[in-house]
Structure formats: C-alpha cells, structure tokens
C-alpha cells in the first residue's frame, strides 16, 4: 500500500477508529463547508470501507447568519415534516454518524442570542437519537479550518493548525487507528478499574492546587471509546485523553491554579486561581479575564459548582502540542482538568434527573472544562480500600 | 439605498427576476460547493425578500466522483425514501427552486459512463416536479468559479469569467431586474407574434449559411419568461435571448457555417459546415474538432436531424462578451441557432410523444446547439400571410 497523506490517516482513523463503520452501513458527515478538503477525504475514506451511502450535512457560517437575521424564532423552531422523516430514516438504517468541528464564530458576532439559541425540538430531538448515546456509533473530530486557524495564531494558519492537530491526533504514529485503539483501552480499563474501587473522594494536588472534592455513592467512571447497544466498539471523541465523572455539587475544598489558559465566552483567560468552600466557588482571581468568569459564574445557582472531574495523564499529545486549540474537545485534554456547571447523566446510569440531584449532581446551563494537570501533579483518592494514587507527577500509577 | 456590489445584483436578479420569490414562500437552492460565496449571496438576497426557509442542495465534484468510483450501478440507482419524503413536501410547500450551475468537468473524467448516466429514478421524477415545468417557479443562472474560468481561459481567473458573466446577465445595468423583465416582455411578445402567424418554414440566409427548415403544423415558439400555474411569471433561464420551437425532423435543405465555435463531448470545434438534406445532415468538415461531430452524429437515428430552431438578434449580449463560455445556457445565446437531436415536447403542446413524433419532432439521445448568427445573417419565414422577414442583418425586424 502506498504511504498515506496526513489527510488520508485522519479520514482512516475517524472512518475506523471513530466510527468502526461496516461494509454496506450508511454514513451521516456533518462538516463545516469551511473544511471541504476533509469532508471529501473523509467520504472517499468511508466509501473505500464499503459505505452504502455519505450523506454530507453541511453547515455553512454566512448561511446560517442569513437565516438567523432575517426569520423569527417562531420561524426557528418550526420542525420540518421532511427533516423528521430523514432523521427517522437514518435511524432506521443504522448510520453511522460522523461531526467534523472547528468553525469560524466570529461570523456570528451581533447576531440575536435569542435567536442564535432557537433550536427544532423534534428535529434536534430525532437527531440526537444518531449522534449521542448508543444506539448508532458516532465520533465528533476536530477539523482545521483558516478560521480556526485564526483564532489559534490570530492569521489563517491551516498548515500550522494541521502540524499540532496531527500531533494531538497521533496522525505521526505508523498506525494511528491502532494506536487509538490502544489508548482507548487504556482508558477504558482505568474507569473500569476506579469504577471497582467505589472512590468516595479525589484530591489534586499541584503548585498552586490542593482540591478535595466528593464524589455521590455509585457513581461511574468513563474513559477511551463506547459500545454501541449491538455491542461494537466506537470513539465519540477523537481525540479523547480522560477518564471522567460528574462529583457531588456539595463537596469541594480548597483552591485551584490553572496551568493552561482557558477560554470563557470566546475570551482567552490566563493565571486563573479559585478558591472552592461547600462546593461553591467563593472566589476568582486571574492574570486576564477574571471578570468574564465571574460573569459566567453568575449565571445560575449550579453555575459555580463542579459538574466533573477528570484525569488526564502525561501521555496526553494535547499538551504537547503546545497551544491553545480554543476547541474543548482538545483543550480538555490538555491535563487533568475539572468542570464547573452542568453533570453528566451518564456518570449516574439508569436515573432520573431528580434522584441524580437528590444524589448530589449538579444542573446548569454552563459547563466549563479548566485545565490544573501538568508536571508535579499528584492525584489521590479514598474509596473501599482506603487511600490510593492515582496519578503521581503528572503519570497514571494506579495499578 | 447603498450601491450593491455585482454579488448582490446577480443575487437579487435570480432571486426576483428569475424566480419572482414571494414573501412566506420556501426556497431550494442547488449549487456547486465551487460557488459558495454565491450561493451566500443568493440565500441572503431570498431571505431579505421574505424567504420562509432556504435549503442548500449541495453539490460537491470530488465527493461525487468517490460515490461514483465505488458504488455498484445498483446502489447509485436506488431511491431513498426520505429523498421521496423531501421532495413531496417541497411540491406541497410550493418552494421556488434556483441552480447556480457552472462546473469543474474535469473532476469526472476517466470516471464510469454507466455509473454516471445512473439515475434515482423516483428521486429524478418528484424533482422535475419542482426543477422544470409550470408547477413551481424555478430558474437555472450561470455562477462563476474556478473550475469554469479555466475551461474559458486555460486558467482559473475568475475575476475576468465575473467581468464577461456580468455583461451577458446585463448586471451593468442600473436596475438589472427591471431590464431582464422587460427583454423577457420583448421575447414573449415575438413568439406570441410567431404563434400567430402558424409559419411552416423558416430560412437563414448569411455568409456561408442557406438553410431552410420546415415546421410542424401548430408548432409552438417560446420565449422569454414563462408563466407558472398559479399565473406568476418567472425565467427559467439567466441569461436568456432566444425565441425558439422545434422543426420538423425530415425537413431541412442546405447549409450552415458555424459563427461560433462550439464545445462538443468537451471538444472545442471550429469553423463547423453542415450540409442537410431531407432533414439528415448528410456533410461534416470544420476546421478542428469534426471527428468529434461525426461520433455524435453517430449516436442514434435523431442525432443528425434537427430538434431546435432558434432565433436570437443582435440585442443579446453574449457574443458582446466574446468568449466561448463551454456552457450551452450562454453560448446557444450568442446568436441565432439551430440545434441536432431532441425536439421539446413544449413545442407542441398537448401530445403525446407518438403524436408528436408522428407530427415531425425528432428523438434523440442528444441536443447540440450550434449557432449561425452574427452580422448580415437574415432570417425569413413562411405561413399564413405569405413570406415574412424575421431578421435583417441580425437585427429583429418583424412587426
């Protein structure tokens, strides 16, 4: 076989890794048409792996500023008979669901947020039967586009944006697809082996970071890729570093130094500090861009509480790629991390949204992922066999 | 108002004077990914102009040809039913459908004739409901990208395809709306005038050119902006300059020199001379290309007989922008033409296809259009009031 290019290992490892799509399985690609290039590569990649359709979803960023300048809400939200009717299709078929991410926000700076906010319920609802949960198996990867690029470097820097997405991607391995295939079953036994360890508590502790936080009673560890309800593999995420679970909003002490800036409502922050008491966040402080935290944090009752806590180890490529990505999909995965706002449903299975608040998560319209992993790192835990390491300098120990 | 830049006029023409788009009413708009920008402008000019909805059909070569390279004739022939679903709602809603058409040809070349030539049947019949006939509005307009500038110039300029595009759309003009309508007034008036005189014979007569051909009794000519069910007008065509109908296939006497170069099966042909006898073209020679011609002659019976008469004057202003656009919806309207293979069934209203054939059209699995205007080509006719002349040095003289 002939070397593949960058771009054909990326369409190879969503189209295998991401989404192990079978010979003669339908595929739904969403993409930006800001990165066709990838979209074309990605179809050629799925019909070369026997798709028996591609069906491009493209979104287009003046477009949908049109549409949302000039219809009402009510025009908005109006559910369309023949989206409900593909959307039913599709889901019937078992597509396979493919997100290409990293578009341009800034085409919808002044646009109405009322507007902006408008969505079709049983269109988005019917939708989401493919591209979240089990049913069918999806992948959301990220996708270098100029204006990506230009949030990155301030200049529309495709080439650039290539050279440290591939690292985080592992696209410079032989075989990226085996290589995440190996790495999300890395991840997935340290979930499955926290999950054994019924943990009650986890503290981090770094420069400028000692937060103990508690975790409700049954709660679940996720980490690598997921199996769909007929049992085959998939990757939701590519790329995916963590092991995860939403902690009880009650419980939080002591205080965090990010070590990675962070970007809040499109501003970049920087030197961010936090100060936890009863959960809460009591106080902020930050090199740059304290005030549109505070503001965030203002937002609603959960908006200041945790909602996850994550473990990211060294051998993370997010890291090593050394920028800031202004994509949560990767920056995310720069290091350990923890979340304010909204928890995950799945971090409690087979509960209701009250008895998952009566057991300690938390509801918010926010969620934000901030980044305190990195050299000198130490996480340790307390569960059924007392107190153990999970992570120490910044590596995984726990056996 | 503030002066609109050439997008917005090409925008607002298709939009008002193409399509006539109403307040409340859908739009479809099919375009190639070649001409996004456009494609931009087209959907906020409709949205301003009240559009309820505007949805893309996106075309993109590269990701067509993966579909066409791998999937069996089987597979590219099957319809989806949500494709059906879609299509049968855009009937109800009444939608208005624009084709921003201008390609890359050469993304399908070595690709499979048969998988090409395959059809959805079904998706193809419920989408001529929209995209042809009188039931919805619908207009075709030529969009500029750099795939079609390189087949104009040998090179992707498309700065210099924008300059001719704009002169032959007549965008130059203050109110470019305002003058389409009034050339489709002018052109529906000459083939209501046409209509009434039930010729049976036209004859172009210029330097290399004598042809006479005769016509089917109650042949139709069309011209200019058609008028949908519900008794709007629109124009299917941008740019459109001719009145036409189709003749009788086995009348046709003479000859005919070519006053411009035509692109055959991608070929360039120069200096084209057809002889004619009893309907058939019996004689091919041409400077360059002829072999070419003569395949397509070869093609089927109704390939070497005419299925189109066509009468452009000097008012057009394609050939003023004096180049071979490699698109029939601009070259057949340099001049006046004729055209070798398919009749159109519009051209006599009515019929079945065995009337029609029995009454003289031709069938054909081809349609060339070959054009014989220019300077001191006249145009006469014969029929009720005896002969008639139509054109007189290109110009339109008939009363």
Chains 1, 2 share one sequence.
């Not at 477009?63 to 299709?89: F, G, I, K």
């Not at 949560?328 to 995950?344: M, R």
């Not at 509801?363 to 007392?386: C, K, W």
Request: glycine residues 10%; charged residues 25%; negative net charge.
């Amino acid at each position: 076989m002939a070397a593949m290019t960058l771009l054909e290992r990326y369409a190879n490892l969503v189209v295998r890794a991401g989404v192990n799509l079978q010979p003669g399985q339908g595929l739904v690609l969403a993409t930006d048409t800001a990165h066709l290039e990838i979209a074309r590569a990605v179809t050629e990649a799925a019909y070369a792996a026997g798709a028996a359709f591609v069906e491009p979803l493209f979104d287009d960023g003046p477009m949908r500023r049109s549409e949302l300048d000039h219809l009402s809400v009510e025009q908005l939200t109006a559910d369309r008979p023949w989206v409900l009717a593909r959307n039913a299709a599709w889901d019937e078929r078992g597509v396979a669901f493919i997100a290409l991410v990293g578009s341009d926000p800034t085409v919808f700076e002044g646009a109405d947020p009322l507007r902006m906010a408008a969505r079709r319920r049983e269109e988005s609802r019917t939708m989401r039967k493919v591209t979240t949960g089990t049913a069918h198996r999806w992948s959301v990867i990220g996708a270098p586009n100029p204006g990506w690029a230009r949030q990155i470097f301030g200049e529309p820097d495709t080439d650039r944006l290539w050279e440290v997405v591939a690292t985080a991607l592992r696209l410079d391995d032989p075989d990226p697809v085996a290589a995440w295939r190996a790495r999300a079953e890395v991840l997935a036994a340290r979930a499955a082996r926290l999950d054994a360890l019924a943990l009650t508590e986890v503290r981090y502790l770094g420069d400028g970071t000692d937060l103990r936080v508690g975790l409700p009673a049954g709660c679940r560890w996720t980490g690598g890729g997921l199996v769909d309800d007929s049992g085959m593999l998939f990757m939701p995420n590519l790329p995916t570093e963590e092991v995860f679970t939403s902690p009880h909003r009650e419980h939080a002490e002591g205080t965090i130094r990010l070590t990675k800036p962070v970007v809040v409502a499109g501003q970049l922050v920087t030197g961010l500090r936090a100060t936890f008491r009863d959960g809460r966040i009591t106080g902020v402080t930050a090199d740059a861009g304290a005030e549109v935290v505070r503001a965030q944090l203002d937002t609603d009752e959960g908006a200041r509480r945790l909602g996850e806590v994550s473990l990211v180890d060294r051998d993370s490529r997010i890291a090593a790629a050394g920028v800031v990505f202004h994509n949560t999909l990767f920056d995310e995965n720069a290091g350990c991390h923890v979340a304010w706002g909204n928890s995950f449903p799945f971090a409690l299975p087979g509960r209701s949204a009250e008895e998952r608040f009566a057991a300690g998560h938390n509801t918010s319209m926010v969620h934000t992922d901030v980044v305190i992993g990195g050299e000198g790192l130490t996480v340790t835990a307390r569960g059924r066999d007392g107190e153990v390491t999970l992570l120490e300098d910044d590596a995984w120990v726990l056996a």
